[in-house]
């Protein structure tokens, strides 16, 4: 991309699904974001638009940011912005039915994505925007599964961050049966797990990366 949207394709990536991304806006909107790398249409009926990771990236504006945060094993600031899983770390927040509906909501999508984006159809492993946003997608699949994220920089509660090992997140969680039963979860949401001993401490952490077959 040799220059930004413009203000319509702006608009048109900024009202997209935050979880799917998928897209909405007239036909000629949509062509140019193909051309331009930040949408992709789908091959099957109904032939919906969504956004590739580049899309992704200019939706989010401080992904870079973002990431960086995670590298340092802090919890991102959502900022206030659309709906995004807690990754363990954040202050406290809503947890009331409101937030219980919204990552019912926000889980159903990303199925619904790998249904349409996985090249077999299967819902059984992750697809192409979880591997792009790796902590992100591990941690709906922990907080859609009912597990507590942490609260604050201490405390009980899983905490999902970005490792130097491609395609890898680590989940720590104080409590070892807890950190056991997030495993469990997240080997059904379709991802490879190991559990590891942290050489300097001795505590028990997850290493998860999504799995291909």
């Known amino acids: 991309m040799t220059r930004p ?31 331009r790398g930040l949408a992709f249409r789908h091959p099957r009926p109904p032939h919906d638009h969504f956004l590739t990771p580049a899309g992704h990236r200019v939706r989010q504006g401080d992904g870079e940011q973002e990431q960086q945060q995670e590298e340092k094993g802090s919890a991102p600031d959502d900022g206030g912005g659309p709906f995004a899983a807690r990754v363990g770390g954040e202050e ?63 405390g009980a509660g899983y905490r999902v961050r970005a490792t130097p090992q491609p395609e890898a997140v680590s989940v720590r969680e104080p409590d070892v049966r807890a950190l056991r039963a997030c495993a469990v979860t997240l080997e059904r949401a379709g991802w490879q797990v190991g559990e590891h001993g942290d050489p300097r401490g001795g505590a028990r952490y997850l290493l998860a990366s999504p799995r291909r077959v």
């Open 5 to 35: 949207p413009t203000a319509a394709q702006q608009r048109v990536i900024e009202a997209a699904d935050p979880v799917t991304g998928r897209l909405r806006g007239t036909e000629a909107q949509l062509t140019a974001l193909v051309r």
């Open 92 to 154: 406290a927040g809503g947890s009331g039915p409101a937030r219980l509906r919204e990552v019912h909501s926000a889980w159903q999508g990303l199925v619904e994505l790998r249904r349409m984006t996985n090249p077999d159809g299967s819902v059984e492993r992750p697809c192409g925007w979880e591997r792009t946003h790796l902590v992100r997608a591990a941690a709906l699949a922990l907080e859609a599964a009912g597990h507590p994220p942490a609260v604050g920089t201490e």
